[in-house]
Nanobody, 115 residues
Framework: QVQLLESGGGLVQAGGSLRLSCQSS????????MGWYRQPPGKQRERVVT???????DYADSVKGRFTLSRDNAKNMMYLQMNDLKIEDTADYYC?????????WGKGNLVTVSP
């Protein structure tokens, strides 16, 4: 069974930075689609950024210019660099990855941005 594990969340002041990591138990060089999603308190889950197998990235308007998705296929890792964090970025962040017959979600990692 494929597992994804997020890490790197925590408490940070507005304007600060964090880097989230997603460790996959399965090789990611053959993935179909991967991405980061988040669920703010009291709101529904929303897409942050996705990446296709071809490397095309699609960022939500709210994070463009501030967040960057990267990956290391050799280490089966995906990252989300978050800069200039805003209070509105407070959310539970989820890693997602899909292969041909599997769609997997991490359990989430909380990011709290304080004033």
């Amino acid at each position: 069974q494929v597992q994804l594990l997020e890490s790197g969340g925590g408490l940070v002041q507005a304007g600060g930075s964090l880097r989230l990591s997603c460790q996959s138990s399965q090789n990611i060089f053959n993935f179909k689609k991967m991405g980061w999603y988040r669920q703010p308190p009291g709101k529904q889950r929303e897409r942050v950024v996705t990446i296709t197998a071809g490397g095309s990235r699609d960022y939500a308007d709210s994070v463009k210019g501030r967040f960057t998705l990267s990956r290391d296929n050799a280490k089966n890792m995906m990252y989300l660099q978050m800069n200039d964090l805003k209070i509105e970025d407070t959310a539970d962040y989820y890693c997602n990855a899909a292969w041909e017959s599997v769609d997997v979600w991490g359990k989430g990692n909380l990011v709290t941005v304080s004033p």
